[in-house]
């Protein structure tokens, strides 16, 4: 076997990967009530004013500014009411000086007025008069035509992903379809002789497969597809076989297992033979997750995931969730979520390695902790009982209890 294991740093091994990665996402069209989180392929403009008609902001009376320049609650304004504005439809009332229309928030602006003034400042003195008590500006408590989106305006970019103020305020204009970056197929193949599935009761040095449905959840969290291949034992002609059969269905290839250094590593020489250029990166300076592989073969990415189960979903979400993400053409890369915690204990590096622990938060007297969780990578429960990972600097010798650290959270 040809010697493939040279260690990069993790921000560098992606680089080499996504450097050369030429996105073109499918485009699909897809209604926009179920286009939470997908990715748009193309900007969106806007094809209508919003909004349409001058809309009051509160609960009140519509009135012309200029007839109640001077109020107070000495010397208030008097009004006529001379009708109300009923809600969904146009104005059938007209105002003139000194005259005023009940109306609610949302209410169109009847002609003639330009203001609303709030009920809490008004005083009903009879059923056909008001005292104001304040004055109100031109515009005041109004949403003018436009004032919220121009018709022809540039509402969303292309790589936008898809908020749910974003569908609502695409559905307020009527577009009620979009077009969006097609989900991604990803296929994964688990490899070792030791691997069952999970249905299966283990026999003697034997595990059940946790990556590949490990896997296949985080890249259905992500909004694509997983395609379960199978498990592949430690026979190079069979872990071939299904590799090339990932390569025919998956636009994104997940080899999990077999990427240490022995001498009884096939997934570097499989991969490599999937087409050019091959391995790009055999090897990064991370733990967990040190022998990780990224390739890229016949325009395809392919990775070559560790078989412990903390360092696949480390280097999942360090390597194949940004790949996924730029090959959607997003803009916003993968989503994360992160909290600031105080560090619960010492917690040991190595400069020149990142490493990343497994934490679980606790809330101390009103502030937020962050304990890690020890265990050896091939313990899948150090994932469970943990609520985040912790992330320990390239170039960081370790970090002291007491400290305020990121914790991503899962």
Not at 398 to 406: D, P, R
Request: net charge negative; with cysteine; glycine share 10%.
């Amino acid at each position: 076997m040809t010697e493939l294991f040279n260690v990069l740093a993790p921000g560098d091994a992606l680089a080499r990967l996504q450097q050369r990665l030429r996105p073109s996402p499918r485009v699909e069209r897809l209604a926009t009530r179920d286009a939470l989180d997908r990715v748009l392929a193309e900007p969106i403009v806007a094809p209508e004013t919003l909004p349409a008609f001058p809309r009051s902001t509160m609960d009140g009376f519509a009135v012309r500014a200029a007839d109640t320049f001077g109020a107070s609650e000495a010397l208030p304004a008097y009004l006529t009411i001379v009708g109300e504005v009923l809600m969904g439809r146009a104005a059938e009332v007209r105002l003139g000086p000194g005259e005023a229309a009940r109306i609610a928030t949302g209410g169109m602006l009847p002609p003639g007025a330009d203001a609303v003034v709030m009920v809490e400042q008004t005083q009903e003195v009879d059923p056909t008069t008001i005292e104001v008590l304040r004055p109100v500006a031109p515009g005041e408590h109004v949403l003018q035509v436009g004032e919220d989106v121009a018709q022809g305006e540039r509402l969303l970019e292309a790589g936008h992903t898809l908020r749910p103020q974003d569908i609502g305020g695409l559905l307020a204009l009527g577009i009620v379809e979009v077009p969006v970056a097609a989900r991604l197929r990803v296929a994964i193949v688990s490899g070792g002789d030791e691997v069952v599935p999970p249905e299966r009761t283990p026999g003697p040095g034997q595990i059940r497969d946790i990556n590949s449905y490990t896997l296949a959840s985080l890249v259905r969290r992500l909004g694509h597809e997983p395609i379960l291949l199978g498990i592949a034992p430690d026979v190079f002609e069979e872990l071939d076989r299904l590799a090339r059969r990932a390569m025919e269905l998956g636009d994104v290839v997940i080899l999990s297992a077999g990427s240490s250094v022995s001498t009884r590593d096939m997934t570097a020489q499989v991969i490599q033979g999937l087409g050019e250029p091959g391995v790009l990166v055999h090897g990064v300076s991370l733990k967990p997750g040190k022998p990780t592989i990224l390739a890229l073969c016949n325009g395809r990415p392919v990775f070559g995931l560790p078989g412990n189960p903390v360092s696949c979903m480390v280097t999942f979400d360090l390597f194949v969730a940004p790949t996924l993400a730029q090959l959607s053409g997003t803009r916003s890369g993968p989503p994360r979520r992160s909290v600031t915690a105080r560090l619960a204990r010492n917690v040991a590096s190595v400069p020149g390695r990142e490493d990343y622990l497994q934490v679980r938060l606790e809330r101390r007297d009103g502030e937020l902790w962050a304990d890690p969780v020890f265990g050896k990578s091939g313990l899948i429960y150090t994932l469970v009982r943990a609520d985040g990972m912790l992330h320990v600097g390239l170039d960081v010798g370790g970090i002291s209890a007491g400290e305020l650290v990121e914790v991503v959270l899962f």
